[in-house]
């Protein structure tokens, strides 16, 4: 794995007797990135408010890399009589004025913006409002992107091109963002971590979390004969439960893995039925991640 | 697109100035103009009223100028700056502003655009009640007019850092402005029962009226007062932002 750009250790917040994160341990690779998810009120946007400086963690400790933190709040707002323009321009001139004025109209170019980038931003709609914000972010190009919820409460297409700048930037920044919209994260995430009650119940690469769930279950479709195969299959040592789902599929639950592919498609074959299908289930990160939330 | 700016613009496009200039204008028109024709007002209530009137003068002209301000044009003040100055109060564009600006930077713009501004319309506004005054009642002597201006103006500053603690205590606009209108009625009525009213910023209220009438100049005290508490209220109000939480 690369190196850390943020990496915290046994962060802790209380508010009173509240709560919000308890001994949290993160690591972001440099160049990933990383979705933060978790339930509503896990404490996602309160690890961020403390990464991105805004708040104080009550204990433990957050190392951030580098000073170039570009951060986006869930619902961006800017003062309602500037233009688009004049707040990507404002950000530019107090992060370094010395960074080129057609810088501002690449990122409203990149955003969509450009049409209304001398428009005052009260007339701006919800999802132009976050693409303004992302913009804002963008043009200081930071070497770190803290973004709350970026693709929250949009319309599909809103949150598409949210999406699409989000992947743009893979490569160029880290980027950590958190959200509860898990096909997003599923989307453009390389790593991730699941915030549940203010505690991180897993932090890894995406494709290992979902490989630790893949293979539990296979899905058999037959044309007929569920019966008799059901019967066959409940006799193996390494079949725990057999099941047939609202479509008629199998759905067998196994105890070994290396069993199951060894003796599975073999016992299938022997029973001479009608297979139509056999696929280990997809493990969706909604499932995975319920199971690790519960 | 600088922090200067940005406060130029907000002055500008939210028509705080054109506010500013509406209430510090218009009580300097209506000072005056009481003044003249309070008689001939009180005449048309009764004759017993007329009697209880004690002789108005040019002074009263530029006076009730000044009473105006401190009641009418400080609740102005107090909203059009509670409105610049707490940044925090919506926490999406302080986190704009926080995470790309120090505390200090943000908040001095803010300060400085809104007191210059409140200064210029109250000179407006007196140099609308000194011409109403020379033009419907008499001429008055005109040092003792722009140094009152001058001490005045120096409270209005002062009120303006009031403003700036109180956003440093509490977040919503409205809260911000009546808790500071409240902290200066208290301060006023802090110098009423002791000997200390000479050291107080209210002190410089009453500077005006005092100098027109011919008096010695007597506020090194209340003036060295207000620029020092000035500057220690900016400065507190910077630190406790700076350790605010979002």
Not at chain 1, 140 to 160: K, Q
Not at chain 2, 17 to 38: C, D, E, H, M
Request: hydrophobic share 50%; with cysteine; net charge negative.
């Amino acid at each position: 794995m690369s190196e850390s750009l943020v990496s915290t250790s046994a962060v802790s917040k209380r508010y009173g007797d509240v709560v919000a994160l308890d001994r949290v341990d993160l690591a972001v690779p440099q160049g990933s990135v990383y979705g933060l998810i978790g339930p509503n009120g896990a404490g996602k946007t309160t690890m961020l408010g403390i990464l991105a400086g805004l708040r104080k963690a009550t204990a433990g400790s957050v190392e951030v890399e580098t000073a170039s933190v570009g951060v986006l709040p869930d619902t961006p707002q800017f003062d309602r009589w500037l233009t688009g323009r004049e707040v990507v321009d404002l950000s530019r001139c107090l992060v370094d004025d010395a960074r080129p004025e057609s810088k501002v109209d690449e990122v409203l170019e990149v955003a969509g913006l450009t049409a209304d980038a001398h428009r005052q931003v009260r007339g701006y709609s919800r999802g132009m409002l976050q693409r303004l914000g992302l913009a804002s972010v963008v043009v200081n190009e930071p070497d770190l992107l803290l973004l709350d919820e970026p693709a929250a409460a949009l319309d599909p297409g809103g949150r598409r091109e949210v999406l699409d700048l989000i992947s743009a930037l893979r490569g160029t920044s880290t980027v950590l963002f958190s959200s509860h919209i898990l096909d997003d994260v599923q989307e453009v995430c390389d790593e991730i971590g699941i915030l549940t009650r203010g505690e991180m119940g897993y932090q890894g690469s995406l494709d290992g979390l979902l490989s630790r769930y893949v293979g539990t279950r296979y899905l058999v479709r037959i044309r007929h004969g569920h019966d008799d195969i059901i019967r066959v299959l409940e006799a193996e040592q390494w079949v725990k439960s057999v099941s047939i789902g609202t479509n008629r599929d199998i759905a067998i639950e196994i105890t070994s893995q290396s069993e199951a592919e060894r003796r599975l498609v073999g016992l299938l074959a022997r029973s001479e039925l009608p297979v139509v299908s056999v696929v280990p289930d997809r493990t969706s990160l909604e499932q995975v991640f319920l199971e690790v939330t519960r | 697109m600088s922090l200067w700016k940005l406060e130029r613009l907000r002055l500008w496009r939210t028509q705080r100035l054109w506010i500013l200039l509406a209430v510090f204008g218009s009580i300097g028109v209506l000072g005056p103009l009481t003044v003249r024709f309070l008689p001939e007002l009180m005449e048309s209530l009764g004759e017993e009223a007329v009697g209880t009137l004690p002789p108005m003068t040019a002074v009263d002209g530029v006076t009730q100028y000044i009473g105006n301000a401190v009641q009418i044009g400080v609740l102005a003040v107090a909203f059009v700056g509670a409105a610049a100055i707490a940044f925090d109060a919506k926490p999406e564009i302080a986190v704009f502003l926080r995470t790309r600006a120090s505390v200090r930077d943000i908040l001095i713009p803010r300060f400085a655009t809104v007191a210059a501004a409140v200064v210029a319309m109250f000179s407006v506004g007196m140099a609308v009640a000194y011409v109403g005054t020379g033009l419907l009642l008499e001429w008055l002597d005109v040092g003792g007019v722009v140094i009152g201006t001058l001490l005045f103006s120096m409270y209005l500053v002062f009120v303006v850092a009031v403003i700036g603690l109180v956003a440093s205590l509490v977040r919503r606009v409205p809260a911000v402005a009546l808790l500071s209108v409240g902290g200066l009625i208290v301060f006023a009525l802090v110098g009423i029962v002791g000997p200390i009213a000479p050291w107080l910023p209210s002190e410089l209220i009453g500077a005006t009226d005092h100098l027109v009438r011919g008096g010695d100049f007597e506020f090194w005290r209340s003036v060295s007062v207000t620029v020092v508490l000035t500057i220690a209220l900016l400065a507190v109000s910077i630190r406790r932002l700076e350790v605010r939480e979002l």
